[in-house]
C-alpha cells in the first residue's frame, strides 16, 4: 500500500514557475514508478511525465515537453514536477501516481493516487 499526498500548487502568472511534490508513505516507494497527470474543468485526466524506480528514464507528454522537469528522491519518498514557463492552458488539478509496472503514461496502469494539487495560471 502507498499513500501520495501531493503539494506546491498554486496561483501563478503566464511565464512563471511552480514545483509540484508528491510524498509517499511507505518503505517499497523506490520501488514504484511515479507519474503525474493534470485535470482541467470539464476535460479528461491526462499523461504529465512518469519516472522510473530509479530515476534513471523519463516520459513527457509532448505539451510539457521541454518545460516540466520529473525528478525524484528515493531517500525521501518523493517525487517532483518543476514546471517553467506555464501557460494558461496548464490550469488543472495535478495528481500523482504510483505503478509497479514501469514508466507508464495510461491512468488505467496506475494502482495508488493522490488527492491532487490545483495550479492556477493566469494570463
Known amino acids: 500500500q502507498v499513500q501520495l499526498v501531493e503539494s506546491g500548487g498554486g496561483l501563478v502568472q503566464a511565464g512563471g514557475s511552480l514545483r509540484l511534490s508528491c510524498a509517499a508513505s511507505g518503505r517499497t516507494f523506490s520501488s514504484y514508478a511515479m507519474g503525474w497527470f493534470r485535470q482541467a474543468p470539464g476535460k479528461e485526466r491526462e499523461f504529465v511525465a512518469a519516472i522510473s524506480w530509479s530515476g534513471g528514464s523519463t516520459y513527457y507528454a509532448d505539451s510539457v515537453k521541454g518545460r516540466f522537469t520529473i525528478s525524484r528522491d528515493n531517500a525521501k519518498n518523493t517525487v517532483y514536477l518543476q514546471m517553467n514557463s506555464l501557460k494558461p492552458e496548464d490550469t488543472a488539478v495535478y495528481y500523482c501516481?504510483?505503478?509497479?509496472?514501469?514508466?507508464?503514461?495510461?491512468?488505467?496502469?496506475?494502482?495508488?493516487w493522490g488527492q491532487g494539487t490545483q495550479v492556477t495560471v493566469s494570463s
Open positions: 501516481a504510483a505503478t509497479r509496472v514501469g514508466v507508464r503514461s495510461k491512468i488505467w496502469e496506475y494502482d495508488y
